[in-house]
């Protein structure tokens, strides 16, 4: 048994070791970014409120009625802190490439917590209540998020007043952000564990269609 806890105690800090040196690629900041916006946008996209835009004038000219679901409140709502939810992301060292980043704690994380819970102590050189605490990943793709958005803000007005039958994903990542060359990760899809590192394939064709919404909860 003590074997085995120091066997799961080094995997762990060997990944927290490593974080400086994995700090998040562009393509999958991009990736959650847009995976964040959509699903935000998605949330608002039925409502059927309608706004009052404009100042009434002394003439009597009647303010401007607009739909919220087009109107540019909902994108600025959307917008609003939307890097900020990237801190509930999650390291989880076991899966390769973008799939490495989805929300809740990791295999090896959870593990660790059980023990605790049954009185095993594990010292992780941090305290316990800092385990949740996001990592320097996490922490350096917020940043990254945040100036994404402010250098593509045209981008994503355009893609939401102009292009919404589009992906956010293929509009902004593709065609604006990411050389062709540096597309990779946003080909991996979540099949799930499968015994491997953690289940990454390339889809294609009405595959990836299919599974192009990436669930931020299973990212």
């Known amino acids: 048994m003590k074997a085995f806890i120091l066997a799961v ?51 009597g000219k009647r303010r401007r009625k607009i739909r919220y679901n087009t109107s540019e409140t909902r994108l600025t709502e959307a917008v609003d802190n939307i890097c900020e939810r ?30 605790v819970n049954k009185g095993v102590k594990v010292d992780l050189g941090m305290p316990y209540e800092l385990w949740d605490e996001p990592s320097a990943e996490v922490t350096d793709m917020k940043k990254q998020c945040e100036t994404m958005l402010e250098e593509y803000e045209e981008v994503v007005e355009d893609w939401y007043f102009h292009h919404q039958d589009r992906r956010l994903e293929n509009f902004l990542c593709e065609n604006h952000v990411l050389k062709t060359s540096k597309q990779d990760c946003l080909k991996e899809v979540w099949k799930g564990y499968t015994g491997d590192k953690g289940g990454a394939e390339e889809a294609s064709g009405a595959e990836r269609v299919e599974s192009a919404a990436h669930d931020a909860g299973e990212l």
């Open 9 to 59: 105690v080094f995997a762990c800090g060997f990944a927290a070791g490593s974080e400086d040196e994995r700090l998040p690629n562009k393509c999958e900041v991009c990736k959650i970014l847009t995976t964040e916006l959509q699903e935000a946008l998605e949330k608002t996209g039925r409502s059927k409120e309608v706004l009052e835009v404009g100042e009434v004038l002394d003439t």
């Open 86 to 115: 990237i801190l509930q992301y999650k390291v989880h060292a076991e899966r390769p490439g973008s799939l490495r980043y989805p929300k809740g704690s990791s295999q090896t994380m959870m593990t660790l917590k059980n023990l």
